[in-house]
């Protein structure tokens, strides 16, 4: 008969004994580092192949075009999508920081009118223009039922409409700013921006960076740039690339030059990662 000691015994004998591993599954252990680092290089080649396809193919309009449609075909057209979410944390901060407490505020891309709505509970003056055509309309809607009365005008992709008087500051929705492929086409819309801005009116622009996709955008740019050769047509820029049929630029230290050019006197930048 075991005694309770012998039993203890017993038990911290097999606890300890080691698990015994084909060599096979040893090999296979040994060799996964491997299989993980071989499928991450084969996603980023697969991506930045695809993105060199598009990039080297379409020209900027056609980005732009790609980009509308994506947004008229979304789900950003139900009312409910964050058009009553308010401002978002950072949003409310550069607007302390940098803007006047009361005046009249431009929003570009401004989708269905979430800061717009906003704006307009914060005691500002505000209007609007958005490219998707069915955005725009819906978003009309929106800010009627909502009881803001500024008006949300359709303009074509990358322009600044006709508005009357000038505006105490500006800001362009969130990340609209860089579905502008080409720098000329940004430059263009901060100088607008900038005809229709009092003296040191500030410019509230959103975008992202691209630190976390250095490499692959590299080589997708050299490959759609070397199509783009073939072709006889302007290169495209690291940075710029396709995500879900949407055109976009991540920006990164060359932010700089876009509204230096412009002649742009006062602007808040907020980056973000995907």
């Avoid at 300890?16 to 090999?27: D, L, N, T």
């Amino acid at each position: 008969m075991k005694t309770k000691n012998s039993l203890n015994l017993l038990n911290h004998h097999t606890l300890k004994r080691p698990v015994k591993q084909s060599g096979g599954h040893r090999r296979f252990e040994r060799a996964y580092p491997r299989i993980e680092r071989a499928t991450r290089l084969c996603d980023a080649a697969g991506w930045a192949g695809a993105q060199a396809l598009g990039l080297g193919l379409l020209d900027a309009e056609e980005l732009v075009r790609l980009t509308v449609h994506r947004f008229e075909s979304s789900n950003y057209l139900e009312p409910a999508y964050y058009t009553d979410s308010g401002l978002w944390l950072w949003e409310r901060e550069a607007l302390r920081r940098f803007f006047p407490p009361a005046g009249r505020i431009l929003v570009g891309a401004a989708g269905a009118g979430r800061e717009m709505i906003a704006l307009h509970r914060a005691g500002y003056l505000v209007e609007g223009f958005e490219c998707a055509r069915t955005l725009a309309e819906a978003g009309q809607t929106i800010l009627r039922d909502a009881g803001c009365p500024g008006r949300l005008l359709w303009a074509p992709a990358g322009t600044v409409p006709p508005m009357e008087g000038l505006f105490d500051g500006a800001i362009m929705g969130w990340s609209g700013y860089m579905y502008n492929p080409l720098r000329a086409q940004r430059v263009k819309l901060l100088q607008d921006f900038r005809q229709l801005l009092r003296p040191g009116g500030p410019v509230l622009l959103s975008f992202q960076t691209r630190e976390h996709r250095e490499r692959r955008m590299y080589w997708s740019a050299r490959g759609a740039n070397w199509i783009r050769k073939l072709r006889a047509a302007t290169p495209v820029a690291t940075g710029d690339h396709l995500d879900c049929s949407i055109a976009t630029t991540l920006q990164e230290k060359w932010l700089t030059p876009d509204y230096e050019w412009s002649g742009t006197e006062s602007m808040a930048t907020a980056g973000r990662w995907e």
